[in-house]
């Protein structure tokens, strides 16, 4: 039976959740995820748990944060004052706005806190720091 190896565009079906139960993303509801191992589209601990699978195997793995969305960085929150922001926009929590950086970059944050005169930024990715397991069904490999 055919193996998923470096190379090989797959189809698998996937339920990702943290340690206390909570499904964060499953394919589940809509067709599987389709894509080639190797090509650094995913994070690496997903892509190396699939190589090996034929179609039909399941499996359930946990990834450490090191090799899902790797650890918390403090360094990446922050304080801004509220009058930093454009007065078009009404700072809310839950919101993710797009901060530009003085070297023309940008990333993604999250507004975590909004308080009288000043707003709380996250740019770490919603997952960092937190250890995924994922329920693994191989549908197809081409």
């Known amino acids: 039976m055919k193996q998923a190896e470096t190379g090989s565009t797959i189809k698998v079906h996937y339920t990702g959740k943290l340690d206390d139960g909570t499904v964060f993303d499953s394919s589940r509801e809509h067709e599987p995820l389709e894509f080639t ?14 190589t090996g699978m034929a179609v039909g195997d399941t499996k359930t793995i ?18 801004v ?4 922001f454009p007065p078009d926009i ?7 706005i797009c901060l530009r950086h003085p070297d023309g ?3 993604d944050a999250m507004i975590t ?8 930024l996250d740019a770490n990715h919603p ?3 937190k250890d995924l397991t994922f329920d693994l069904e191989m549908v197809d490999i081409s």
């Open 127 to 129: 997952l960092a720091g």
């Open 37 to 50: 191992i190797g090509g650094g589209g995913l994070i690496k601990g997903f892509e190396d748990a699939v």
């Open 62 to 79: 946990r990834i450490p944060a090191t090799e899902a969305y790797g650890t918390y960085r403090d360094d990446l929150a922050m304080n």
């Open 90 to 96: 009404e700072p809310k929590e839950g919101v993710m």
């Open 113 to 120: 806190a909004v308080d009288e005169d000043s707003v709380t």
């Open 81 to 84: 004052g509220k009058t930093q």
């Open 105 to 107: 970059g940008t990333i």
